[in-house]
C-alpha cells in the first residue's frame, strides 16, 4: 500500500503487528526543549499535553546544558559544554575517533530526560525522544573553533 496507513504510523511492510506502532497520522507531540525552570513541572505538563505520544522535554532555562547543542555535544573529547551552554573547543584535543569520555546520561545535560524516563518506566504506548542531528552538531562545533576537516 502506497504511503502507509493512518494506523500504523504511515509504514508499510510486511512486519509483525508488534513491528508496528499503533499511531494515527496526524498523531499531536511536541520536540525538546521547554520554557519551564522546572524538570517535573515540564515532564507532567508533556504527559498532560501529548497523552499519546509524549515527547521527552528538555529544560534549558534552568539549565542552558540542557539546549539541543549542549547535549549533543557533551561528552565530545576536546569539547567542553560550559554552564551557560556554550561550547569550548580545544582543537589540538579533538579526536573523532575517539570514545566518548562522559558519565552518559547522568550528565548535566540529561536531567529531564532521567526524569521522563523515570515517568513513562512501565508505559507500553510509545513515546518520541530526539536528537541533535551531525549537520546541526557539526556547524556548532566548527562555530566555537573546531576545524572543519575534522
Not at 502507509?4 to 525538546?32: E, I
Not at 528538555?58 to 560550559?82: F, K, L, Y
Not at 589540538?92 to 575517533?97: G, R, T, Y
Request: charged share 20%; net charge negative; hydrophobic share 40%.
Amino acid at each position: 500500500m502506497a504511503g502507509g496507513d493512518a494506523t500504523h504510523g504511515g509504514r508499510t511492510g510486511t512486519g509483525t503487528d508488534a513491528d508496528r506502532v499503533p499511531l494515527a497520522l496526524g498523531t499531536p507531540t511536541g520536540v525538546g526543549s521547554l520554557p519551564h525552570r522546572d524538570v517535573d513541572e515540564a515532564v507532567s505538563w508533556v504527559l498532560e499535553t501529548w497523552p499519546e505520544l509524549p515527547a521527552a522535554p528538555s529544560t534549558p532555562q534552568r539549565d542552558p546544558r540542557e539546549g539541543m547543542i549542549g547535549q549533543g555535544a557533551w561528552g565530545i573529547p576536546g569539547v567542553e559544554v560550559d554552564t551557560d551552554g556554550r561550547l569550548s573547543v580545544t582543537p589540538a584535543a579533538l579526536d573523532p575517533e575517539a570514545p566518548l569520555e562522559s558519565d552518559g546520561l547522568d550528565g548535566a545535560p540529561f536531567v529531564t530526560l532521567r526524569a521522563f524516563v523515570a515517568a513513562v518506566a512501565g508505559r507500553t504506548d510509545p513515546v518520541k525522544v530526539q536528537l541533535t542531528g551531525p549537520a546541526t552538531l557539526a556547524a556548532a562545533l566548527i562555530d566555537a573553533g573546531a576545524p572543519p576537516e575534522v
